[in-house]
């Protein structure tokens, strides 16, 4: 690897690590308290939790995430599947961390703030993940697979995937909650969708500033 190209993976990484950073912050302090399942993996172990109390949310992920690991090698790629394997075991250790050392708790008990500032921040750290050829693991996996070899993007894979979830969530925590899931779920897919092209914009821009530089030189 040259020097280079490790420079690209330490900042690669280093952002990745903000997105799971947002998106456990999300779903501990906005979503979890507020019972909100707004789909992926997260949704179905707040779901999971509920019946089963001595799992943290955090141990479900883990647990979810080791079978749809090699789901994600074979079909997407190592890379990802790399990518994917440290993101998904930071997101489980960081959202163990702010759970049980400093106690997460509810920022607003109401549900509309809840959802809205929840859902902006968790896909803000979603999409930061998936436009580095990441996942914070779950049924994004299941989403990168779907808009690899579908027409879908990656939003309304993100959609699809996700409606499951939701009615999980709407059978264990009441039809009201389930609303406010389906809500956060569909804001969800369109913001990690608009998240990703002002990302990909700035690295054309950045791409092009660089090529301009080169040109004057030579």
Known sequence: MTKENLIITIRDYMF???????????????????????????????????????????????????????????????????????ASFALSFTMDFMEKVLHSHALTNNMILAVLIGTVIIASGLALALSLNASTGGTDILAKILNKYSTFNIGIS?????????????????????????IAVIINGLLVDKVILIIEKKKENKVKDIDEISNKIV
Not at 40 to 53: D, K, R, T
Not at 163 to 181: E, W
């Open 158 to 182: 993100l959609l699809c995937v996700d409606l499951f979830v939701v009615i999980c969530g709407a059978l264990t925590f009441g039809l009201g909650k389930g609303i406010y899931s389906l």
């Open 16 to 86: 990745i690590t903000i997105g799971v950073v947002l998106v456990a912050f999300g779903i501990q302090y906005f979503y979890a308290p507020n019972e909100i399942a707004g789909g992926g993996l997260s949704g179905l172990a707040l779901v999971i939790s509920n019946y089963i109390p001595s799992l943290s949310i955090g141990t479900i992920i883990l647990l979810g995430n080791l079978i749809l690991f090699i789901i994600a090698f074979i079909l997407v790629g190592g890379d990802f599947g790399l990518k994917t394997i440290y």
